[in-house]
C-alpha cells in the first residue's frame, strides 16, 4: 500500500526559504501525478500546485497565491516529490500536504501533513 | 476561477439520521466530451489529512461505505450520509477539477446533535 509522509517543515523567518519534502513508498511513485496542497490555522484546503508523470513531461502548474515563489519538483529514482518555497511570508503558515492524482486530478491518497510557521 | 460554495457551514444530525450537504459551483463542472462532471468529496476528520470519499461526483471511492452517496449535476450537487455513524464527525468539502486553479468549498462540520 502507497503512503505519503512529508518531512522538512518548521519555524522561518519570513523572507526566508524552506524545502518540502514528500516521500512515498512503494514501487509506482514514478506513475503518478503529485500536487501540494495547504491549509492555514482553522481555515480550509488550498490547492498549491502539480506536477505531471514522466509521461506527461513532468510539467507543473501553480495557484496565483504561489506562482514565481514555489516550486514543485520530483525525483523518481527516491520517489520524493519536493516544494521548494522562498521569499516565504506570514501568510504561508500552514499545514502542508501532498497527495497523489487519481486518473483525474482529484486526489486519492494524502500525507499526513507538515506544518510551516512564517514568523519573525 | 471556479467558485465552489457550500450549505450550510455546519450541520448538527442524529445517529442514525440523514445528513445532506450541498455544494454549488460558479460555473458548470460537466465536462461535455465525457459527461462526466469533475467533481469530488472529502472527508477531514480532527488532526487528520483529508480523506477521498467520492469522485465523478457520484463514484464512491474503494473501502468508502456504501452510506457515502453523491449525487447532482453541472453546477449543483449533494453529498448525502444515509444514516449518521458518530466516526463521521468530520469537516466535509467539495473540490472542482474542472479546470486550474482546483478549488474546495469552504467545508461543512458535520457533528452528532
Known amino acids: 500500500e502507497v503512503q505519503l509522509v512529508e518531512s522538512g517543515g518548521g519555524l522561518v523567518k519570513p523572507g526566508r526559504a524552506l524545502r518540502l519534502s514528500c516521500t512515498a513508498s512503494?514501487?509506482?511513485?514514478?506513475?503518478?501525478?503529485m500536487s501540494w496542497f495547504r491549509q492555514a490555522p482553522g481555515k480550509g484546503l488550498e490547492w498549491i500546485g502539480f506536477?505531471?508523470?514522466?509521461?506527461?513531461?513532468?510539467?507543473?502548474e501553480y495557484a496565483a497565491s504561489v506562482k514565481g515563489r514555489f516550486t514543485i519538483s520530483r525525483d523518481d529514482s527516491k520517489s520524493i516529490s519536493y516544494l521548494q518555497m522562498i521569499s516565504l511570508k506570514t501568510e504561508d503558515t500552514a499545514v502542508y500536504y501532498c497527495?497523489?492524482?487519481?486518473?483525474?486530478?482529484?486526489?486519492?491518497?494524502w500525507g499526513r501533513g507538515t506544518l510551516v510557521t512564517v514568523s519573525s | 476561477d471556479i467558485v465552489m460554495t457550500q450549505s450550510p457551514d455546519a450541520l448538527a444530525v442524529s445517529l442514525g439520521e440523514r445528513a445532506t450537504i450541498n455544494c454549488k459551483s460558479s460555473q458548470s463542472v460537466l465536462y461535455s466530451s465525457n459527461n462526466e462532471n469533475y467533481l469530488a468529496w472529502y472527508q477531514q476528520k480532527p488532526g487528520q489529512s483529508p480523506k477521498l470519499l467520492i469522485y465523478w461526483a457520484s463514484t464512491r471511492e474503494s473501502g468508502v461505505p456504501d452510506r457515502f452517496s453523491g449525487s447532482g449535476s453541472g453546477t449543483d450537487f449533494t453529498l448525502t450520509i444515509s444514516s449518521l455513524q458518530a466516526e463521521d464527525v468530520a469537516v466535509y468539502y467539495c473540490q472542482q477539477y474542472y479546470n486550474t486553479p482546483y478549488t474546495f468549498g469552504q467545508g461543512t462540520k458535520l457533528e452528532i446533535k
Open positions: 512503494g514501487s509506482t511513485f514514478g506513475d503518478y501525478a
Open positions: 497527495a497523489k492524482a487519481g486518473l483525474r486530478w482529484y486526489f486519492d491518497l
Open positions: 506536477i505531471t508523470n514522466k509521461n506527461y513531461g513532468g510539467t507543473t
